[in-house]
């Protein structure tokens, strides 16, 4: 990646370098304390997330309501009235759902044969568990009738020219008015998931249930706040947008950490037998997302395969930068645009020594709190504008790598390329040419 070959050769003499994306040019911070002001310490003078710039929600109106593609007084409003949704009640009550549907997910493994599509187990978990949980519907994941959820994720992410050119234009042309941006949804997702949605909500209306559930509040919230059905509509889709690839894709990289590193996996084994019973297939809520070296193995492999391998913030009040190897600060003003190098920092040895090696106990020990407050480890982003479903993600994904491992041993496919690298036509970082990977049963639980 271009950032990281950046990273390495300025990292020790410059706190910052000017580049360019296209023809649009950027600031590529590279001192972590100036990363953390611009995220935490001085968030009003950069509020705005550059993906703003690339969407017209008036086209894309599944993503009107999304706090990260909004702007400013939007992202503020559309933010407040989304995060009460995500209580800590709720996702209990969600750990439920995705308990049953982790039972799904091992008789779905134990009846391949072959070798096993890691990004698809992902998608297929998350596609059942986030329908299940925010819009109460089967998505038959797991079987031959399964609902197109997968295919229309890869229209949406993987095969999107309109998205893909959305990006072009924000590099070549960074001043051209929003309402010239093409629309990046396309129309069968938007017509798949927009029905979805509308019949959703018209079962859940008409049986007048009332459950502390995601569908429930969300209906809730439509009346609180005078919410038109295609707000209450982005609203829920705010759920999909942010969770499916992003988990799905942190789920297979962990499995494929976990099958390279056979003591790493006999070692999370070992604790997730400590924490169970031998009739349990998972632990308790409160102690599944108090287990410190499965807590470890997650931020170890969201550090090795972040998300999103840089963010991209626009400044929206003048601020001054004081770099530790300048002589003089920095004047941005409004519209000026800073990158901060995930991917770079991520892998970057004088924080995290041999950084191509997956070593969890990095983050045992208060390590994660290190990192964060270092401005160094940013796996769901950082300050008021970090990923506002972290915790719900977090429980999805150390739901599935629990069963996963407690029921099966985890070994790579010879399919699968060694290394690390990302591929770089895929909008959310995965691992080149995919991760195959063969599941064996154990014999026993303990």
Same mark, same amino acid.
């Given at each position: 990646?271009?950032?990281?070959?950046?990273?390495?050769?300025?990292?020790?003499?410059?706190?910052?370098?000017?580049?360019?994306?296209?023809?649009?040019?950027?600031?590529?911070?590279?001192?972590?304390?100036?990363?953390?002001?611009?995220?935490?310490?001085?968030?009003?003078?950069?509020?705005?997330? %550059?993906?703003?710039?690339?969407? %017209?929600?008036?086209?894309?109106?599944?993503?009107?309501?999304?706090?990260?593609?909004?702007?400013?007084?939007?992202?503020?409003?559309?933010?407040?009235?989304?995060?009460?949704?995500?209580?800590?009640?709720?996702?209990?009550? /969600?750990?439920?759902?995705?308990?049953?549907?982790?039972?799904?997910?091992?008789?779905?493994?134990?009846?391949?044969?072959?070798?096993?599509?890691?990004?698809?187990?992902?998608?297929?978990?998350?596609?059942?568990?986030?329908? $299940?949980?925010?819009?109460?519907?089967? /998505?038959?994941?797991?079987?031959?009738?399964?609902?197109?959820?997968?295919?229309?994720?890869?229209?949406?992410?993987?095969?999107?020219?309109?998205?893909?050119?959305?990006?072009?234009?924000?590099?070549?042309?960074?001043?051209?008015?929003?309402?010239?941006?093409?629309?990046?949804?396309?129309?069968?997702? %938007?017509?798949?998931?927009?029905?979805?949605?509308?019949?959703?909500?018209?079962?859940?209306? /008409?049986?007048?249930?009332?459950?502390?559930?995601?569908?429930?509040?969300?209906? %809730? #919230?439509?009346?609180?706040?005078?919410?038109?059905?295609?707000?209450?509509?982005?609203?829920?889709?705010?759920?999909?947008? $942010?969770?499916?690839?992003?988990?799905?894709?942190?789920?297979?990289?962990?499995?494929?950490?976990?099958?390279?590193?056979?003591?790493?996996?006999?070692?999370?084994?070992?604790?997730?037998?400590?924490?169970?019973?031998?009739?349990?297939?998972?632990?308790?809520?409160?102690?599944?997302?108090?287990?410190?070296?499965?807590?470890?193995?997650?931020?170890?492999?969201?550090?090795?395969?972040?998300?999103?391998?840089?963010?991209?913030?626009?400044?929206?009040?003048?601020?001054?930068?004081?770099?530790?190897?300048?002589?003089?600060?920095?004047?941005?003003?409004?519209?000026?645009?800073? #990158?901060?190098?995930?991917?770079?920092?991520?892998?970057?040895?004088?924080?995290?020594?041999?950084?191509?090696?997956?070593?969890?106990?990095?983050?045992?020990?208060?390590?994660?709190?290190?990192?964060?407050?270092?401005?160094?480890?940013?796996?769901?982003?950082?300050?008021?504008?970090?990923?506002?479903?972290?915790?719900?993600?977090?429980?999805?994904?150390?739901?599935?790598?629990?069963?996963?491992?407690?029921?099966?041993?985890?070994?790579?496919?010879?399919?699968?390329?060694?290394?690390?690298?990302? $591929?770089?036509?895929?909008?959310?970082?995965?691992?080149?040419?995919?991760?195959?990977?063969?599941?064996?049963?154990?014999?026993?639980?303990?």
């Amino acid at each position: 990646m271009r950032d990281l070959y950046i990273c390495r050769q300025h990292r020790e003499t410059d706190s910052y370098v000017g580049t360019f994306l296209l023809r649009a040019p950027k600031l590529l911070l590279l001192e972590p304390k100036l990363i953390n002001e611009v995220f935490v310490s001085a968030f009003r003078h950069f509020e705005n997330n %550059d993906a703003s710039r690339m969407i %017209d929600t008036s086209k894309d109106q599944l993503v009107a309501c999304n706090p990260f593609v909004l702007d400013a007084d939007e992202w503020r409003l559309q933010r407040g009235i989304f995060s009460p949704l995500l209580t800590s009640g709720r996702i209990r009550n /969600a750990y439920t759902n995705m308990q049953r549907v982790c039972g799904k997910l091992c008789a779905y493994i134990e009846q391949q044969s072959g070798s096993t599509d890691g990004m698809d187990l992902g998608l297929r978990y998350t596609s059942e568990n986030l329908l $299940d949980c925010v819009l109460g519907i089967e /998505a038959q994941s797991f079987t031959l009738a399964a609902l197109p959820v997968a295919k229309h994720n890869r229209e949406m992410s993987e095969n999107n020219r309109a998205l893909a050119l959305a990006g072009a234009l924000n590099g070549l042309f960074p001043q051209l008015p929003r309402w010239l941006r093409p629309k990046v949804i396309p129309k069968s997702y %938007d017509r798949f998931f927009g029905e979805l949605a509308h019949e959703a909500f018209k079962l859940r209306r /008409a049986s007048h249930q009332e459950r502390n559930d995601f569908i429930n509040h969300l209906l %809730d #919230m439509q009346q609180e706040h005078m919410l038109s059905e295609a707000q209450l509509t982005s609203h829920a889709m705010t759920f999909m947008f $942010d969770g499916l690839d992003t988990t799905s894709s942190t789920i297979a990289h962990c499995l494929l950490l976990l099958g390279r590193y056979p003591s790493c996996q006999q070692r999370l084994w070992e604790e997730l037998a400590e924490a169970t019973t031998s009739e349990q297939l998972l632990p308790d809520f409160e102690v599944l997302c108090e287990l410190p070296y499965l807590n470890a193995c997650v931020h170890e492999s969201l550090r090795i395969y972040p998300g999103g391998g840089w963010a991209s913030k626009t400044c929206t009040e003048a601020y001054t930068l004081h770099g530790s190897h300048h002589s003089h600060p920095l004047q941005l003003y409004p519209g000026d645009n800073v #990158m901060i190098p995930i991917y770079g920092l991520h892998h970057d040895p004088n924080y995290y020594p041999e950084p191509h090696l997956f070593q969890p106990e990095r983050f045992l020990n208060g390590g994660l709190k290190r990192f964060q407050s270092l401005g160094v480890f940013l796996g769901f982003g950082n300050g008021p504008r970090q990923c506002v479903g972290m915790r719900l993600a977090l429980v999805q994904t150390k739901a599935a790598l629990a069963a996963i491992v407690r029921q099966f041993e985890v070994r790579v496919d010879a399919r699968t390329l060694k290394g690390i690298e990302l $591929d770089p036509l895929i909008f959310v970082g995965a691992h080149k040419g995919g991760i195959w990977l063969n599941f064996v049963k154990r014999t026993a639980f303990k």
